[in-house]
């Protein structure tokens, strides 16, 4: 179980770095705004779903061997919740109605939010050196 833990928790953390930094950062790149913008809206809440399974299995998995670990790891589960299901939407409503200092806003909650997903599950990744 435990190695299944710390692969589960290696794939969110790694997942979520690519997702954040390159995936993201690729498409405003690599296409123009208008096509990139609705495509990152389509992928984000795929994105969301990913973090809240792995994050949940990997809680699941690590319960009996760290608690504290799977308590990161739980957190992380529920906190994307009202992230994908009520953060997100905001965000689209913001871009929409073409409310620039809103968006900003709510954008910078979401890199935060994301941005401390990472940082706990690394965290929880470290955590398996140390035994």
């Known amino acids: 179980m435990v190695t299944l833990a710390l692969l589960t928790?290696?794939?969110l953390f790694?997942?979520?770095?690519?997702?954040?930094?390159?995936?993201?950062?690729?498409l405003f790149t690599a296409l123009p705004p208008d096509v990139a913008g609705p495509t990152i809206r389509r992928a984000f809440p795929h994105f969301?779903?990913?973090?809240?399974?792995?994050?949940?299995?990997?809680?699941?998995?690590?319960?009996?061997?760290?608690?504290t670990g799977a308590a990161l790891l739980a957190l992380i589960a529920i906190t994307t919740l009202p992230t994908r299901q009520v953060?997100?939407?905001?965000?689209?409503?913001?871009?929409?109605?073409?409310?620039k200092a809103r968006f900003q806003i709510l954008h910078g909650l979401s890199v935060?939010?994301?941005?401390?997903?990472i940082g706990m599950a690394g965290y929880?990744?470290?955590?398996?050196?140390?035994?």
């Open 87 to 99: 953060l997100m939407p905001a965000i689209n409503r913001a871009t929409d109605h073409k409310q």
């Open 9 to 11: 928790t290696a794939l």
């Open 48 to 67: 969301y779903l990913f973090v809240m399974a792995g994050s949940a299995l990997a809680a699941a998995l690590l319960a009996s061997h760290d608690g």
């Open 124 to 131: 929880v990744l470290a955590r398996f050196l140390n035994g």
């Open 14 to 26: 790694g997942g979520m770095v690519l997702y954040a930094f390159g995936f993201a950062a690729f």
């Open 112 to 117: 935060f939010i994301t941005l401390a997903h």
